[in-house]
């Protein structure tokens, strides 16, 4: 598969002028990601790139209308192309903004949304990409965390609205108590594994304005010890790589 563009079974994803390519991660998320309600929900994915986990999203549920908000030009452009080259192009509209700004537009209009997914930038350290885009997808001073926070407690459905996302496992406690503290509460974790046998890698972790007194917690493996992806990997992704 050319680097250019990534293949799934219901869609295609052009990322030639995207900064972050297809990834695990946002795999993981599209596809884990509770997106079951009782109504026809409208769902907002925070820095789209590509597009991948929207169009994820788009495609487990059939009702949902998904909007999708991306600073960055070139991933912008690719990610609406994307929308209007799939099948669920009448359900998806993309916004070039920043968070912080489309937050608070929100807010003012009195939007909100019973889904919110986000594969967050979480680079903190000094060094810096020599690909400028790369850079700003990647690292948190275009959305520091405190600011993600508060802008998905300015869209979110009070009344069992969800946030979804995904950070490295180091990262993730930190982000946790600092959403708990601005009342945003964790209600379920999924600890991600590499493989078989190693330590933790990443962590997806659903929030809700509603406090929690027991988290639901989850593990993911990728790869068995024989280097194969693991049955449950095969299972959460099923619907979309076409090597399952």
């Not at 795999?27 to 907002?44: C, K, M, N, R």
């Not at 009702?63 to 009448?90: L, M, R, T, W, Y």
Request: hydrophobic residues 40%; charged residues 25%; aromatic residues 12%.
């Amino acid at each position: 598969m050319p680097n250019d563009s990534f293949r799934f079974k219901e869609f295609t994803v052009r990322q030639s002028h995207s900064a972050m390519k297809v990834g695990t991660d946002g795999v993981i998320l599209g596809a884990w990601a509770d997106v079951t309600f009782e109504h026809s929900p409208s769902i907002l994915d925070v820095g789209s790139g590509t597009g991948l986990i929207a169009l994820m999203v788009a495609q487990r549920n059939k009702d949902a209308i998904v909007d999708a908000v991306e600073i960055e030009q070139g991933a912008a452009i690719e990610a609406k192309h994307n929308f209007e080259n799939s099948p669920f192009c009448k359900r998806l509209r993309l916004y070039q903004d920043d968070f912080q700004t489309f937050a608070k537009r929100c807010k003012t209009e009195g939007k909100s949304y019973d889904l919110i997914v986000s594969n967050p930038p979480y680079f903190n350290g000094t060094y810096k990409s020599v690909d400028a885009q790369r850079t700003a997808a990647r690292h948190t001073e275009l959305l520091p965390t405190d600011e993600l926070i508060e802008g998905v407690l300015l869209v979110i459905n009070p009344n069992g609205g969800r946030f979804a996302a995904i950070f490295p496992y180091a990262d993730a406690a930190i982000f946790i108590a600092k959403a708990a503290a601005k009342g945003l509460y964790c209600s379920k974790i999924l600890e991600i594994y590499g493989k078989e046998g190693r330590g933790a890698k990443r962590m997806a972790a659903e929030f809700s304005t509603a406090r929690c007194n027991n988290v639901i917690n989850e593990q993911l493996t990728i790869l068995d010890s024989t280097e194969r992806y693991s049955q449950a990997y095969r299972e959460l992704t099923n619907d979309f790589y076409f090597r399952f």
